[in-house]
């Protein structure tokens, strides 16, 4: 019974923890693409909504800044931030897509990079940071030129974690840090659970 209680309140610690950890988290963009309305961009590629996912349908390969998609947002990303995009992904082919945030009222200077993302005919998930190293940026941007074929993205999501928030202006992610149950014990003996704590993810 007592080692049974033990491990009800140590899962109940870690639970409270997690919650909290995601306290700061500030949605930019959530997007399932359930209500049909597609992204759209520039360049000679067509952008539909098919079967719940985001489709860009690139007919000719070019330079990768020649073909775009973008969301520009009514707020400026704030520098010294760490934003993190989450996605699905997959092609009719291999290929890559780059993403990042810009300053498109400054000569479309780059303000943050996520890198490159390789994808395959099949479904990926993708998770990454980026900080953001500038001013005046307001769009999030896909650049595709050289990829000639169908591109499909689902559960498209862009956060970042509010200044003076776990995570802020830090760029350290709650989402990425480890919830440790410190004890003297594997919780199967009698010993007491000393404390719990959070730190960064070492990885």
């Known amino acids: ?6 491990k009800l309140f140590a899962f109940a610690l870690v639970m ?5 950890v995601d306290a700061g988290k500030k949605v930019l963009l959530s997007r399932d693409f359930e209500d049909g309305q597609a992204i759209g961009g520039w360049g000679g590629a067509t952008f539909s909504v098919e079967e719940g996912a985001w489709k860009i349908s690139n007919p000719e390969a070019k330079q990768s800044w020649e073909v775009q998609a973008a969301h520009d947002f009514g707020e400026v990303f ?13 092609g009719s082919e291999a290929g890559q897509i780059s993403i990042g945030l810009q300053n498109a009222d400054n000569g479309y200077a780059s303000v943050g990079e996520f890198g490159t993302v390789d994808f395959d005919v099949d479904w990926m998930d ?5 900080m953001c190293n500038g001013e005046g940026g307001k769009r999030f941007i896909f650049s595709f030129g050289q990829f000639e074929g169908d591109i499909y993205i689902d559960d498209l999501e862009l956060s970042v974690y509010e200044e003076g928030e776990p995570g802020g202006v830090s760029g350290a ?3 990425l840090r480890w919830i440790n ?3 003297n014990s594997d919780l199967e003996g009698e010993e007491n659970i000393s ?9």
């Open 1 to 6: 019974m007592k080692k049974t209680l033990r």
């Open 16 to 20: 409270l923890f997690a919650m909290n």
């Open 78 to 90: 704030l520098p010294n931030s760490e934003y993190t995009l989450t996605m699905k992904i997959r």
């Open 126 to 130: 993708v998770r990454l940071k980026c």
């Open 173 to 175: 992610d709650p989402n």
């Open 181 to 183: 149950i410190l004890t």
């Open 195 to 203: 404390f719990v704590s959070v730190e960064n993810n070492p990885d």
